[in-house]
């Protein structure tokens, strides 16, 4: 099955733009969809079909999908935004797959 | 509001099979437009999706687990359930089920979990 490779952290200051990539073969073939998670909470789907935002997720949040790497974008980083986020994409053998995650930590 | 809630034993034994229901208000698991499925989180690691299914009973199951996994649903109570058989402590986890909505991408059926319900927390150990 496929791997999709997240680094396991990244740190932004408030304010500014975090970018958490999601790595995997021919990736930009398919579509990604991105998750937070909040400590003790249940994911919370941020990101589907590449870039498209569900219903009340802020504008901030946005994705993009090219080559071999999915990127989740976060616009003026907000601390409420600390977090896990996982990339999920699609795979011929195991339907759903999911990246290892990234830990966001807004300093 | 669509709400999944996730119950069953928070304690198995090694060995033993792990059921677990999920029981979904507001919507109805019979719909044609979503499948609904499962997914774990071992403690502080990431999440491993378990498998899913469709209102007609046709399963998916990630090929890892696909040998222990039996995933089946109850339309008339709108209830969906999970049981793994022959635990060890790897398999303890927080396990959630999740709305799977989907469309059709290239050679693909693409799915994206939109709703989610809180999680259950199994412990297997004697």
């Known amino acids: 099955s496929s791997e999709l490779t997240q680094p396991p952290s990244v740190s932004v200051s408030p304010g500014q733009t975090a970018g958490i990539t999601c790595s995997g073969e021919?990736?930009?073939?398919?579509?990604v969809c991105w998750y937070q998670q909040k400590p003790g909470q249940s994911p919370v789907l941020v990101i589907y079909?590449?870039?498209r935002r569900p219903s009340g997720i802020p504008e901030r949040f946005s994705g993009s999908n090219s080559g071999n790497t999915a990127t989740l974008t976060i616009s003026g980083t907000q601390a409420a935004d600390e977090a896990d986020y996982y990339c999920q994409a699609w795979d011929s053998n195991t339907a759903v797959v999911f990246g290892g995650g990234t830990k966001l930590t807004v300093l | 509001q669509l709400q999944l809630q996730e119950s069953g034993p928070g304690l198995v034994k090694p060995s033993e099979t792990l059921s677990l229901t999920c029981t979904v208000s507001?919507?109805?698991?019979?719909?044609?437009?979503?499948?609904w499925g499962w997914i774990r989180q071992p403690p502080g690691k990431g999440l491993e999706w378990i498998g899913n299914i469709f209102y007609s009973g046709s399963t998916s199951y990630n090929p890892s687990l696909k040998s222990r996994v039996t995933i089946s649903v109850d339309t008339s109570k709108n209830q969906l359930s999970l049981q793994l058989s022959s635990v060890t402590a790897a398999d303890t986890a927080v396990f959630y089920c999740?709305?799977?909505?989907?469309?059709?991408?290239?050679?693909?059926?693409?799915?994206?979990?939109?709703?989610w319900g809180k999680g259950t927390t199994v412990t297997v150990s004697s």
């Open positions: 999740a709305r799977h909505s989907y469309y059709f991408y290239g050679s693909g059926r693409y799915y994206y979990l939109d709703v």
């Open positions: 507001g919507g109805s698991l019979s719909s044609s437009s979503y499948y």
């Open positions: 021919t990736l930009g073939d398919k579509h």
């Open positions: 079909q590449n870039k």
